[in-house]
């Protein structure tokens, strides 16, 4: 078999996971050559009653897959473990694709050399955005987009995980994911640099990753997501993000907790002169505030990796599978 799509799911998008099976199944692409795997990784029973849909209708099977251990981490394995494709293809749960998208992120596969492949990934906006989304640039939402030319990524550019693809025998030879989301906020300070630490390691290991604007997709962005509140949280979570790529890549020594703690009193200055920086531009108050919660988080999860050793073996274990 040719292809695996893999859709880790929480399992809070119903309607959406529904519209993208759909579009799956209606690929130009012959269909022995792809599976198509739905891993449930919430609490939510919908899940399992729309996989048992499509696989009644007749047009090609969707394969249920059970993850009971939280976080995208376990689910982007589990669908890995149990995929038959030599190509693991990753989307998330709420994209629309084109009729010939396989087939356009298959095709780079031609060279030996490639190891993965990212997408590009254009927003479908669901509503009206407030002015200061701009502020933001196009990372909160995982819009990609380097034009309409096949390129090859150089660190540190890499594809978003609602658009991803990598060869089987590579995913095993780099061992895996990185952490990533928790639904559970008394996890987060498990998340870790998910797909892009992924893709450095596909790098490190010698692979070409490529950006393929032909194997495009529709990233749906509901209103939910244009609050301030959404951005404060995405913001947050990048400090935890960044604090545990650093602490990973440094190398454990006596002077190792003094580090950190020098990174946390750096993290909490940002974050006040950020705060400041709100009260007195009003016009980049949300940014400014977003940037602040962005340096206490920095801060908070390298004061938790000092004082809390699960977290810290978490952090400098080898792989994570």
């Known amino acids: 078999m040719k292809a695996s799509i893999l859709i880790p799911t929480y399992g809070n998008r119903p309607q959406y996971l529904r519209d993208e099976l759909a579009l799956l199944q209606a690929q130009n692409f012959p269909s022995a050559e792809y599976e198509i795997l739905v891993i449930d990784n919430g609490p939510f029973s919908e899940t399992l009653q729309i996989a048992k849909e499509f696989c009644r209708n007749g047009k090609h099977p969707v394969r249920y897959v059970k993850e009971t251990k939280p976080g995208l981490l376990e ?24 009729a010939d998208w396989l087939k356009f992120t298959l095709e780079p596969y031609q060279d030996p050399r490639v190891g993965g492949t990212g997408g590009k990934v254009v927003l479908q906006i669901e509503g009206k955005a407030p002015e200061w989304v701009s502020h933001f640039g196009s990372v909160c939402h995982s819009e990609l987009d380097l034009g309409d030319v096949t390129l090859e990524l150089k660190w540190p550019d890499c594809g978003w995980g609602c658009n991803m693809s990598v060869r089987k025998k590579v995913f095993d030879e780099v061992e895996g994911f990185h952490p990533d989301l928790f639904g559970d906020k008394k996890l987060w300070k498990f998340i870790g640099d ?38 404060y949280q995405r913001v947050y979570i990048s400090g935890i993000i960044d604090s545990y790529t650093e602490i990973r890549s440094s190398k454990p020594s006596v002077f190792f907790p003094i580090r950190l703690l020098w990174g946390t009193t750096v993290g909490f200055f940002q974050a006040g002169l950020k705060y400041l920086s709100s009260i007195v531009k009003p016009k980049w108050r949300v940014r400014s505030k977003a940037e602040a919660l962005y340096w206490v988080a920095y801060a908070k999860h390298r004061i938790q990796a000092v004082f809390d050793k699960k977290l810290r073996a978490y952090i400098f274990q080898r792989n994570y599978l």
Not at 90 to 97: G, I, N, P, S
């Open 194 to 231: 998910g797909e892009c630490g992924f893709q450095k390691k596909i790098y490190g290991a010698g692979y070409k990753i490529i950006y393929e604007p032909k194997a495009w997709l529709y990233h749906r962005i509901p209103e939910s997501r244009l609050t301030e509140a959404y951005f």
């Open 75 to 98: 689910a982007r394995h589990a669908g890995a473990r149990q995929a038959q494709g030599e190509i693991l293809v990753y989307l998330d749960d709420d994209v629309l694709l084109p």
